[in-house]
Every structure is written in C-alpha cells, then in structure tokens.
C-alpha cells in the first residue's frame, strides 16, 4: 500500500528563495554608493578624465546623488530614483550632450576601475556589471 504523499516532504520548486538581485548580490546600498564615490572622485583627481569632468557641473554632488539613485534601481534595488523621475530615459537624457567615443570612453574607463576598487571579491557580479555598464555608455557615443 502506497503512502500519501507527506506535506513536509513533497518538492515544491515554487518555494525556493528567489536569487538574489545584483544589487543584494554587490552588497546593496553601502556598495552602489562606494563605485559612485569612487567614480566621481576618479572623474574629479584623474587628467585621463579632464573631457569628463569638464562637461559636468562644479559640483559633483548632485551628480553622485544622482548616479547612485539610478545604479541603486537599475540594479534591482529601491526604485526611489525611477519613482522620481518617472519615464526618464538615460539615453534620451544624454541626446543634449554631444559624446565623442573619447568621452565614452572615459566614462567607461573610470566605471571600470571605480567597479573594480569597490568589488574586489565577486568577479562574476563584477565582471557582468562592468560589461553592461560599459556597452551602454559605449552606446551614447556618436
Ligand atoms: C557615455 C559617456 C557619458 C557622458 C559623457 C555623460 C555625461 C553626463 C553629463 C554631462 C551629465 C550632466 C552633468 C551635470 O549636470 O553636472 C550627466 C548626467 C547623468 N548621467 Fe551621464 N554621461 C555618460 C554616461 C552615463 C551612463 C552610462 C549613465 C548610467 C549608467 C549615466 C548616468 C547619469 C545620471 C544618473 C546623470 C544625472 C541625471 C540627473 O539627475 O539630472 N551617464 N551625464
């Protein structure tokens, strides 16, 4: 005589945690703020990114407000940034700005070493950021 299935024992693949999103998976808010930081202070201390630095505003402030909001959402955290800014576009919003592949290039230059000095531990995370970020400043340029 077969057994009734046992509620403790029977498989449910729903009930599995969900993965985590790249933003629990880089250590969440703590370490979106250290590559923003690090980016900015790069952007600001680095002659590699003189073009960089001259086409943003005196103060990086705002700018390091910003950035940070938008990774934190993007990445799949808090979408206070997206709730504030509903609709908006990062490729639109940089139609008005005129970037050469040099400015692309710094950009993706400093994400890159602002990425790598904040997560020295997770390649894979690291690495998959890095490449995504980097495609879509390379996509602004024209
Ligand atoms: C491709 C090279 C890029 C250049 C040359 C560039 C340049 C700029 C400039 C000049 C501003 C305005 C700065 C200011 O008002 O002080 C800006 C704003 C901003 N950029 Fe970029 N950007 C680039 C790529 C990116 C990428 C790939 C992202 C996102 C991953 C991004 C995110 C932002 C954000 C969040 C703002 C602030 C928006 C706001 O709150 O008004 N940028 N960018």
């Given at each position: 005589m077969s057994t009734p299935p046992d509620s403790q024992t029977v498989e449910r693949?729903?009930?599995?945690?969900?993965?985590?999103?790249?933003?629990?998976?880089?250590?969440?808010?703590?370490?979106?703020e250290a590559i923003v930081h690090r980016f900015?202070?790069?952007?600001?201390a680095d002659p590699a990114y003189a073009g960089l630095r001259a086409m943003h505003q005196p103060d990086l402030a705002p700018m390091r407000q910003s950035l940070a909001g938008f990774l934190t959402g993007?990445?799949?955290?808090?979408?206070?940034w997206f709730d504030a800014n509903p609709g908006r576009c990062m490729m639109s919003m940089h139609k008005?700005?005129?970037?050469?592949?040099?400015?692309?290039?710094?950009?993706?230059?400093?994400?890159?070493?602002?990425?790598?000095?904040?997560?020295?531990?997770?390649?894979?995370i690291r690495d998959a950021m890095t490449g995504v970020l980097t495609q879509l400043a390379r996509g602004m340029a024209r």
């Open positions: 693949p729903n009930s599995q945690p969900a993965p985590a999103t790249p933003f629990e998976r880089l250590g969440g808010r703590p370490v979106i900015y202070d790069l952007m600001e993007w990445s799949g955290g808090p979408r206070d008005p700005f005129v970037i050469t592949e040099d400015l692309a290039g710094q950009w993706a230059d400093a994400i890159t070493r602002a990425i790598a000095d904040s997560v020295p531990d997770d390649p894979q």
